[in-house]
C-alpha cells in the first residue's frame, strides 16, 4: 500500500522560512512526478510545484521565485523549501505525486495535508 507521508508544516512570522518535506512510502515501481499543492479556506487547490522522475522542478505562477522544489531520490521523497513568506501563504499544503505501482499500472496519489500558517 503507498502513502505519502508529509512533515515540516508549523507556524512561522511573515518574511521567514520553512521547509516541507514528503516521502511515498510503499512499493513504488516509479516516479512520474512528485510535488506540492496548497489550499487556504474558501479558495481553490492550486499547483505550487512540482518534479519530474528524473528531478526537473516546474513552478506555478503561484510562489514562483519564493520556493525550491528539491528530490531525494534514495527516499522516494519531494521536498518543498519556501522563503520570504507572506501571510497569503497560510494554507494547507498537499503533498501529490503520480507513480507508477507496477510497470503497467500508474496511478494519483494525494497526502493528508499539513497546515502552513504565516502570522503577521
Known amino acids: 500500500q503507498v502513502q505519502l507521508v508529509e512533515s515540516g508544516g508549523g507556524l512561522v512570522q511573515a518574511g521567514g522560512s520553512l521547509s516541507l518535506s514528503c516521502v511515498a512510502s510503499?512499493?513504488?515501481?516509479?516516479?512520474?512526478?512528485m510535488g506540492w499543492y496548497r489550499q487556504a479556506p474558501g479558495k481553490q487547490r492550486e499547483l505550487v510545484g512540482y518534479?519530474?522522475?528524473?528531478?526537473?522542478?516546474n513552478y506555478s505562477d503561484s510562489m514562483k521565485g519564493r520556493v525550491t522544489i528539491s528530490r531525494d531520490f534514495a527516499k522516494n521523497a519531494v521536498n518543498l523549501l519556501m522563503d520570504n513568506l507572506e501571510p497569503e501563504d497560510t494554507a494547507v499544503y498537499y503533498c501529490?505525486?503520480?507513480?507508477?505501482?507496477?510497470?503497467?499500472?500508474?496511478?494519483?496519489?494525494w497526502g493528508q495535508g499539513t497546515q502552513v500558517t504565516v502570522s503577521t
Open positions: 501529490n505525486a503520480d507513480l507508477f505501482i507496477t510497470m503497467m499500472s500508474r496511478r494519483e496519489f
Open positions: 510503499g512499493d513504488v515501481y516509479a516516479i512520474h512526478t
Open positions: 518534479s519530474t522522475g528524473g528531478g526537473t522542478p
